[in-house]
């Protein structure tokens, strides 16, 4: 990375992976719940 | 529409005068005015903060707390002896209805809140009369914004279980913004600022009342329907 | 069923793509001279909270709709909205701090926009719990109707708030008046993240409304259903 950039990867990650989580989490749940009936 | 006022003041009376004789919720807000009054004065260290940087957040907690005690009294009354079919079957309009449990409503908080500005003043030790004006408008303009909701929802909240859990848990997104308004211009002009400075909440404040009252009288008859 | 599966293969896409914005957000979009990495978290951030926003919008106009027409599929579908509006302010409200932090240093400020997203979240979660609260159909339908319709002006009070207080949150640079002042290959990614979420917004919708029908057909027929 160029001179000067702060070093913020580390958030970029965390927020990328609790969104997908979130997402897909959600995606499981309308999905077992419409098989329970 | 002076019939629309006149029902609505008989119904206000009603709630008014049955309040005003057994005097428990009153009572009990006025305590509870007291009560945070005395704590947060012990709990402050004088010499660290200032009387009135803490005054407007007191204030307002204590009058929220009234509004949502008012709120829930407001149709529980109603709950004995199916009194609300008896209401809903008198000759007038749905929207009477709403504007007298309004009118009640806010006077019950107003009275609180009367009580509640002078006790803060003589406990705390801050300068209220000078900017009484101010303060009021402040004051009234919030108020009918938490009230005018708070009508609506508490009339759809006694009919659900747990109905004083699911009173605040629906008023709380839509008393925060004027509250937030509030307690901005509260500190404001406690501390002797311009009445400039709080202009823009004071016209936030009237918007927000004259778009909820509206709404809230237009969407009442619906939650009372059979 | 036959909306359900539309559904699902929506939902799919929409996550296929998902991933496609992770990968040129991550490998072919620049960072950002003064963030750093963390300010590509916008390409995600933003278009949940504007989606969110949409979400809680159209629950307010199937409230207006039930009521003037009476028709139980608007209530259906404002259910549906309401759930899916639920997860993308989730969404919102996590990625917010992550943003915050790094750029801020602070997870948390109580600034106007951030302040109010917050309880965009709270007006959901009291739509869900209204409904949860309340067992006659029709009854439930009304008040659903009520609240959401009372969330739109909240909404808007939400704004302009925001306009009219400047505040830390960054000033609206896309949706503004003038042009929008993003470079090119930011406000592509950016663009095909709102894309991307208004995708698994629609599947979303679509299962939850079928889940919803079907549930109701169970009730109907008397069947024990559990409410999830």
Avoid at chain 3, 23 to 36: D, K, L, M, N
Avoid at chain 3, 92 to 104: E, F, R, V
């Amino acid at each position: 990375m160029p001179e000067g950039v702060p070093a913020t990867g580390g958030y970029m990650i965390a927020a990328y992976v609790i969104t997908a989580v979130v997402l897909l989490a959600y995606t499981i749940s309308l999905y077992r719940r419409s098989k329970k009936l | 529409m002076a019939d629309l006022l006149r029902h609505a003041w008989y119904v206000a009376r009603k709630d008014l005068l049955i309040e005003f004789r057994s005097r428990t919720a009153i009572l009990s807000a006025a305590v509870f005015v007291v009560l945070v009054l005395v704590v947060f004065n012990f709990g402050r260290d004088p010499t660290a903060v200032a009387a009135v940087d803490l005054a407007p957040s007191i204030l307002w907690v204590t009058f929220t707390f009234a509004a949502v005690l008012a709120l829930n009294r407001a149709f529980q009354l109603e709950l004995e002896n199916q009194a609300l079919d008896g209401l809903l079957l008198a000759p007038i309009g749905r929207g009477s209805i709403y504007l007298g449990k309004l009118i009640a409503n806010l006077l019950f908080v107003v009275t609180i809140e009367t009580i509640g500005v002078p006790l803060l003043a003589l406990f705390f030790n801050v300068r209220v009369l000078p900017m009484i004006g101010p303060l009021a408008a402040i004051i009234a303009l919030t108020t009918i914004g938490f009230v005018a909701v708070g009508t609506l929802f508490s009339a759809m909240a006694v009919r659900t279980r747990f109905a004083e859990l699911l009173l605040p848990v629906l008023l709380l997104p839509f008393m925060i913004p004027p509250l937030i308004w509030a307690v901005l211009a509260t500190s404001r002009v406690l501390a002797d600022r311009p009445l400039s400075e709080i202009a823009g909440w004071l016209k936030m404040l009237a918007a927000y009342d004259i778009v909820f009252v509206l709404l809230a009288f237009l969407l009442f008859p619906v939650t009372v329907t059979e | 069923m036959k909306l359900l599966r539309v559904g699902r293969w929506i939902t799919a896409v929409g996550l296929l793509a998902l991933a496609g914005v992770y990968v040129r957000a991550f490998a072919f979009t620049p960072i950002e001279r003064f963030q750093g990495e963390a300010q590509k978290i916008y390409y995600v951030h933003v278009p949940s909270a504007v989606t969110a926003m949409i979400a809680m919008g159209l629950v307010g106009l199937a409230g207006i709709l039930y009521l003037l027409l009476k028709d139980p599929r608007f209530d259906r579908f404002g259910e549906a909205s309401a759930e899916v509006g639920t997860i993308f302010s989730l969404v919102m409200l996590t990625t917010g701090p992550m943003w915050a932090k790094p750029i801020w240093g602070t997870w948390w400020t109580w600034d106007a926009r951030l302040t109010l997203t917050l309880f965009l979240f709270l007006l959901f979660i009291g739509y869900l719990v209204l409904r949860g609260a309340v067992t006659d159909p029709g009854l439930r339908a009304r008040y659903s109707a009520v609240l959401g319709i009372c969330g739109i002006p909240l909404l808007a009070f939400i704004h302009l708030s925001v306009y009219l207080f400047r505040t830390l949150h960054p000033q609206p640079i896309v949706l503004k008046p003038s042009a929008p002042s993003l470079p090119g290959s930011m406000l592509i990614t950016l663009l095909l993240g709102f894309g991307v979420f208004f995708v698994l917004y629609v599947g979303f919708v679509i299962q939850r409304y079928a889940l919803g029908y079907l549930r109701e057909q169970l009730e109907a027929s008397g069947g024990e259903v559990g409410h999830a």
